[in-house]
């Protein structure tokens, strides 16, 4: 292998290493932003649900239902936000993978005065 051989492998090598940066990314802002839109949009709309149940006798929600609906609103909601096409979650993700400088400008203004900026306040 002559030196250019050598340079392009290695171009190619940074090239492919950038790629999965990216990619690995843009997965970890997918999986962040299904646990945020589960947890804080999703699961408070299904326990609203779940409480506004009227039904009474035999019908109305037992002990057990009280008990572990909460744990069946998780699981459910995070069915919901994981399903293709739940565009909340597609455009959080896009925030949350392409906002680097945004992130770092934010994390520098809470840590020299204590708040913190908005994400879309670039200074």
């Known amino acids: ?15 492919a290493m950038k790629i999965d940066s990216h ?11 299904e646990e945020l839109v589960s947890i804080s949009l999703v699961q408070p709309i299904l326990k609203e649900l779940r409480d506004t149940n009227r039904a009474t006798g035999p019908f109305a929600p037992g002990a057990g239902e009280k008990a ?7 699981a459910m909601a995070k069915q919901i ?7 909340v979650v597609d455009a959080v993700a896009e925030k949350m993978g392409n906002s680097g400088s945004a992130m ?4 520098r203004a809470r ?8 994400l ?4």
């Open 23 to 33: 990619a690995q990314r843009m997965e970890k802002a997918r999986d962040a932003a």
């Open 111 to 118: 840590a020299e005065t204590g708040t913190g900026l908005e």
């Open 68 to 74: 572990f609906g909460p744990l069946l609103d998780a």
């Open 81 to 87: 936000v994981s399903a293709q096409g739940f565009n």
């Open 1 to 15: 292998m002559n030196g250019i051989d050598a340079i392009m492998s290695g171009t190619n090598a940074i090239s």
């Open 120 to 123: 879309g306040d670039h200074r």
């Open 104 to 107: 770092a400008a934010w994390s």
